[in-house]
């Protein structure tokens, strides 16, 4: 596709409830990357992929949060048991290089609200 | 302490002006340096960025890093009512994670 897209773009969710949010990257792109924005703040690294390997997933607040890539190509970021702190906008970015990251390409984002 | 630090404004100026964005950070193996532009519930996109210390210009947009004062610039000039947006100064952490700043809020008014 001409960029990233996620879906959906806006999700809200009871407490307790399970999300899953989609990213479509651009075609042909290694890596692929989840980012978390709370209001006001800058993007906060989740979790990194290289093709279907995950291969940091550091910035994964806690065990509730689980992202998967099984084709090396669209990835999912799953929340279990959402809580209000959850609420954020989940950014999705992709690149081409295996290596040095200069260029990465976010997606719109996904909102998502806890209530 | 953040890694990267960035006064989140906001910043309103007449258009016309020449803007100054400024960050710090702390992390001394930071090598790369990016801004990002970020508009309204859009994703952010890649302004410019730069490697170790010096000056590097792209139109209008002119990025600075001095690298022994830990301080990261971006400056805007004649400044126009589309450059309002959030602007995220990052720096990439072991190869493949940006570390952004908080960003800074920037209104051009016409």
Redesign the interface.
């Known amino acids: 596709g001409a960029g990233v897209s996620q879906s959906p773009r806006y999700k809200v969710a009871k407490r307790g409830q399970d999300v899953a949010l989609r990213c479509d990257p651009i075609s042909g792109h290694v890596s692929l990357f989840w980012y978390q924005q709370a209001l006001g703040q800058g993007p906060e690294f989740l979790t990194y992929f290289q093709n279907e390997a995950q291969l940091d997933k550091s910035g994964l607040p806690s065990d509730r949060f689980f992202a998967e890539r099984p084709e090396g190509s669209v990835s999912t970021l799953k929340i279990q048991r959402t809580q209000q702190e959850d609420s954020a906008v989940y950014l999705c970015a992709s690149s081409t290089t295996k290596g040095l990251n200069t260029e990465a390409f976010f997606g719109q984002g996904t909102r998502l609200t806890v209530v | 302490q953040k890694e ?1 630090e ?1 006064d ?1 404004g906001p910043l309103s100026v007449p258009e016309g002006a020449i803007v100054s964005l400024n960050c710090t950070y702390s992390n001394s193996a930071f090598q ?1 340096f ?1 801004w990002y532009r970020q508009y309204s ?6 302004l410019m ?1 730069t490697y170790s210390s010096g000056n590097k210009e792209d139109g209008r947009f002119t990025a600075q890093v001095d690298k022994s004062s830990k301080y990261i610039s971006l400056f805007i000039r004649d400044s126009q009512p589309s450059d309002s947006a959030t602007y ?1 100064c ?1 720096s ?1 952490q ?10 800074t809020r920037l209104t051009i008014n016409p």
């Open positions: 990267v960035q989140p790369y990016m519930r859009k994703g952010p996109e890649l960025y995220l990052a990439i072991g190869a493949q994670k940006l570390v952004f700043g908080q960003g």
